[in-house]
């Protein structure tokens, strides 16, 4: 029986003339523009320099900052209130004065990124030329070691892909039975509960299969990153989310009336849990209430495990925390998916 309901999905999305499609050109898309989109690199920061001291050293300094790919150059004051009046009118975002062998950096902060970016640059160079650095003293960076961002945000995207995948397809599909009236003839029948929200789901599985062999083959291809740690871990990481949110999208359909009110419903709750999931921010820095959300919330045990995964080349061991939370919420939502199906006998 299952065998059937499982060909009547799929000739359903056959059928559609735009999901087929949506399936293939989605993760193509989001893998190909939003690696180049989504950096915390700041560059093109337009910085005064006032120098008073008028030193070889001060002149050395001014020629490194113009030379770096990171600034333009906006030129040399006389004073720092000449300077100040750049930034008041919006045409400068960093100020250098040097005077008396001191240095003092002013950044623009409306725009915070680009203000503490540009300030932390711009401290590494004046830092460099005064040899303040221990020569004793280096730095190691662990697992990603040349700070590639695209390497930090490939992993998350990939779970943002899942998530509208799996969360919204299975939202319109039994709301959009309902409206349509052709659910009434699967209440009639003998399929159990189980059977049918088992034949919803699984369609559903594989798309995420697929989805996740095109965002693999697609960060192989485009930008040369390859899982550090085993692959097989990675689809059982992305099977277990495409359990919470396909189960998660099938209650929200149970529930609602019309499709408009189930795209809402649902897209209230995917914008909350990527939000809260630790995706853009630390986790750590939310506040106490917020961070207990956490605990609850698959995509940031997904996140997390897929970060170990791919950058830091994380097993099994490593990740058994997050695998058996999201086992776990899965398998709640998948049972709350089958109790909230009201099927008439």
Known sequence: MI??????????????????????AFPIIIMCVMPWV?????????????????T??????????????????????ATYAEAIKDIEKGRVDVIL????????????????????????????????????????LSILNLYNKGQNYK???IPALFAIVMMLMTGFLPTLNIVGEKEASTIEQINVT?????????????????????????????AWLVYGITPAGPVW????????????????GLIVSNYSDTMQQAMFVMWFFVVSIMLLSGLFTPTRSMPQWAYLTTYINPMHYFIDAIR???????GLHETAHQVLALAGIGTLMGCWAVQSYKKNS
């Open 190 to 218: 003998p399929v159990s509960k189980w059977s049918f929200i088992l034949a919803k789901l699984i369609p559903y599985w594989l798309i995420a299969l697929f989805v996740i062999t095109v965002c693999l083959l697609l």
């Open 233 to 248: 871990l990675i689809y059982v990481l992305a099977m277990l989310l495409a359990l919470f949110f396909s189960s998660f």
């Open 97 to 136: 004065e040097i005077r008396d062998g001191k240095y003092l950096i002013a950044a623009n902060a409306v725009n915070g990124t680009k203000g503490s970016m540009g300030s932390a640059y711009l401290s590494q160079i004046v830092t460099s030329r005064q040899q303040i650095v221990n020569s004793q």
């Open 151 to 153: 390497l930090f945000m």
């Open 308 to 314: 170990t995964v791919f950058i830091r080349g994380g």
């Open 3 to 24: 065998k059937y309901l499982i060909q009547k999905e799929f000739l359903q999305i056959r059928r559609n003339a735009f999901l087929p499609r949506l399936i293939v």
């Open 38 to 54: 989504m950096q915390m690199e700041v560059k093109n920061i337009v910085v005064d320099v006032v120098d008073i001291d008028h």
């Open 56 to 77: 070889v050293e001060s002149q050395r300094l001014v020629q490194q900052i113009a030379a770096s790919n990171y600034f333009i150059f906006g030129g040399q004051k």
